[in-house]
């Protein structure tokens, strides 16, 4: 066995449950989204595929009262769940705020924003992640 090959079996195990938390604190903030009324609220797994993030919520908002609403909740959230936001931009505006956790980035839109940035799109090869099991 070759030294890269040592190398990754003992990263892989300690990366995984880091993995695990980050993808459950990315289903409790697509919740959020949801029952917050945001629509075609998605959770991209972007682990293998993008040194910035393990994950990217993404999810369209009703107005900008209600995006700005829901960045400022969702911010709130993370504190209270050892998430910190690292940074936020965009949310004075309301038509696309994101919400940096670090592991987790959120994006909210406006219907025209989310059209234009097409995030799905440009991670198209990106696993989306399962989160509405418990959802109505």
Same mark, same amino acid.
């Given at each position: 066995?070759?030294?890269? *090959? *040592?190398?990754?079996?003992?990263?892989?195990?300690?990366?995984?449950?880091?993995?695990?938390?980050?993808? %459950?604190?990315?289903?409790?903030?697509?919740?959020?989204?949801?029952? !917050?009324?945001? !629509?075609?609220?998605?959770?991209?797994?972007?682990?293998? !595929?993008?040194?910035?993030?393990?994950?990217?919520?993404? %999810?369209?908002?009703?107005?900008?009262?209600?995006?700005?609403?829901?960045?400022?909740?969702?911010?709130?959230? #993370? #504190?209270?769940? *050892?998430?910190?936001?690292? %940074? !936020?931009?965009?949310?004075?505006? #309301?038509?696309?705020?994101?919400?940096?956790?670090v592991d987790v980035v959120?994006?909210?839109?406006?219907?025209?924003?989310?059209?234009?940035?097409?995030?799905?799109?440009?991670? %198209?090869?990106?696993?989306?992640?399962?989160?509405?099991? *418990?959802?109505?």
């Amino acid at each position: 066995m070759t030294q890269e *090959n *040592n190398d990754k079996k003992s990263i892989t195990p300690s990366a995984e449950p880091k993995l695990e938390v980050s993808r %459950g604190f990315a289903r409790e903030i697509a919740r959020l989204a949801y029952d !917050r009324h945001c !629509r075609e609220v998605v959770i991209l797994e972007l682990a293998d !595929r993008s040194p910035v993030a393990k994950h990217f919520v993404i %999810g369209t908002g009703t107005s900008e009262q209600q995006i700005r609403s829901v960045a400022h909740e969702m911010e709130d959230f #993370g #504190g209270e769940r *050892n998430f910190p936001a690292f %940074g !936020r931009a965009g949310i004075q505006q #309301g038509r696309w705020a994101i919400v940096d956790f670090v592991d987790v980035v959120v994006h909210l839109f406006d219907e025209e924003y989310r059209k234009f940035y097409d995030l799905e799109l440009l991670w %198209g090869d990106a696993p989306r992640v399962e989160w509405q099991q *418990n959802c109505k």
